[in-house]
């Protein structure tokens, strides 16, 4: 297996045709300018810039702040409904809730200054303020944002144990949907609802179980060398030692959109079509699309995607691949345990979810170890222990993901405080990840607590684990370790760094080093 795809047929009759930006390019989206980066690779939790947040005054988020992502985009679309309706009816519901915060326990929120999520500050440093608030109050209503921001580990984990928690949120994505865009919605928000992520047990364990085996270490293993490899020769043409470069740019972000689109057997012809039809639906799912014809231009680009990867399908079905999408027929579950409408509706998700996470992963990884040269030191000294121990401790420390959001699908009583079908809920894993009840000293980044110890939340917990856990760890430890190995004067320049404004993301805009 070579470092490049290695079918390269034109593409398929099925899908429409797009009008590919010239940004689009065989190995991966272009930098998105107005959506960015999954939660969790494979299971769509991604997150960007879209509206401003619920309860936000006007102005206050900057322009192009605010939620966004599948976890998100009820958030946004909430926004806009609230914008077309006025916002009497959304300001007596966050007064409802709000009554009934205290209801059940002692306010908790005197004596503390609330912040905005998406501001400048917080979005830069988000942690001494999460830590703050953590420490204050584990379960706090939030009447800026309109959400129970949950950020004590304990209380996160019982949320994602607990059934009356629901992923269910594809009907306040088609609340959002302009009237005049409505006729061109009812097929693709079909789709949306055969996303694992939208989806509660049973539903969502069935839908997991078609890719479980695919999806395990010793499946993922197979791809090894691959990645390996494909990591080399990028690093060989795009970070030649001694050379300045965006590190984000150069490796980050197209290393894990080639290796995604040879795992699900994307044909390098088909990959500017693929990738463009991505980016409108994530500009459907993130919250971006605001007017009425981007809306179409996203559904369309939606139907557009799952056409083509039903067509796809079929030619798997006809001459199998070393892919994703062979291997899952051969296993004989499509047409048994899942449909096959359900199947690449399920694919279409995984199309989405791209490789953002990963790439963040490794750039924040890289960025924890190059600031800190004790712990470089370490690691460069025990590589193949220490490697993959940095990029789980980042996971824990700085990880990809800030929060999941939920709704409440029943009555529940969290930490006291009574919480009522239908508030929303923002998990924020990266607090919890820094809870001192969990984690000793967890301000510090230590890449020999990655070897052992108490879990982290970075890849989820229980049913909503991430399924790509295993592929999104074999692609950044491999770029660490070719990285931290092969080029020894790897070093930060001195430029300030900025951080993509996003509710849910850990993302660093660019990462400027020497290699």
């Known amino acids: 297996m070579t470092a490049t795809t290695t079918e ?15 940004t689009a390019t065989a190995t991966g989206p272009a930098p998105a300018t107005t959506a960015t980066a999954a939660a969790c690779p494979f299971t769509g939790a991604r997150a960007g810039t879209g509206a401003a947040a619920p309860g936000t005054p006007a102005g206050a988020a900057g322009a192009g702040a605010g939620p966004a992502g599948p976890e998100a985009a009820p958030v946004a679309g909430a926004v806009r409904a609230g914008e077309r309706d006025g916002d009497q009816a959304g300001d007596q519901a966050g007064d409802q809730a709000g009554e009934r915060a205290g209801r059940g326990a002692a306010d908790r929120s005197a004596g503390f200054t609330e912040r905005y999520l998406l501001s400048p500050a917080v979005n830069a440093d988000p942690y001494p303020y999460l830590d703050a608030l953590r420490d204050h109050d584990p379960v706090h209503w939030s ?10 580990h304990e209380q996160l984990t019982h949320c994602l144990r607990d059934p009356a928690v629901s992923a269910d949120r594809v009907r306040p994505l088609m609340d959002a949907v302009p009237e005049g865009a409505r006729d061109d919605a009812e097929r693709a928000f079909g789709i949306l609802s055969r996303w694992m992520v939208f989806n509660d047990p049973p539903r969502h364990r069935r839908l997991r179980q078609v890719f479980q085996d695919q999806f395990a270490a010793r499946a993922i ?10 990591t080399r020769a990028m690093a060989g043409r795009r970070a030649a030692p001694g050379r300045t470069g965006d590190l984000v740019a150069d490796i980050a972000r197209p290393l894990p959109a080639l290796v995604f689109a040879r795992w699900l057997g994307v044909p390098q012809a088909d990959a500017p079509s693929f990738w463009y039809w991505n980016a409108r639906v994530g500009d459907l799912v993130l919250g971006a699309a605001q007017e009425e014809r981007e809306y179409r231009t996203s559904l369309q680009s939606l139907v557009n995607l799952e056409d083509y990867l039903a067509e796809l399908v079929r030619r798997r079905r006809e001459e199998p691949k070393d892919d994703l999408i062979s291997a899952v027929l051969a296993g004989g579950r499509v047409g048994t345990s899942v449909s096959e409408e359900e199947f690449v509706g399920m694919l279409t998700q995984m199309a989405f979810a791209g490789g953002e996470t990963t790439s963040n992963l490794i750039a924040n990884t890289l960025l924890a170890l190059l600031s800190r040269p004790d712990q470089l030191a370490a690691v460069r000294e025990d590589p193949a222990r220490l490697v993959p121990a940095a990029v789980e401790e980042t996971m824990r420390f700085d990880g990809p993901s800030k929060m999941s959001i939920r709704i409440a699908a029943a009555d529940l009583e969290l930490d006291g405080r009574a919480v009522r079908a239908g508030d929303r809920l923002f998990l924020v894993t990266a607090a919890a990840n820094r809870d001192p009840d969990r984690f000793a000293d967890p301000g ?52 300030p760094l900025s951080w993509q404004p996003s509710l849910l993301n850990r993302a660093l805009t660019a990462l400027p080093v020497r290699y």
């Open 444 to 495: 510090r980044f230590d890449v020999r607590r990655g070897t052992g110890g108490p879990l982290h939340l970075g890849f989820g917990f229980g049913a909503h684990f991430c399924v790509g856990a295993a592929l999104a760890r074999l692609v950044a430890v491999s770029a660490v370790d070719v990285l931290v190995r092969e080029r020894p004067g790897l070093s930060l320049v001195d430029e």
């Open 143 to 152: 009447a800026m944002h309109r959400a129970w921001l949950v950020t004590g």
């Open 221 to 230: 293993n197979r791809y090894r060398g691959f990645v390996e490899r494909a």
């Open 8 to 22: 390269n047929t034109a593409a398929p009759t099925g899908p429409a045709t797009a009008t590919v930006p010239a």
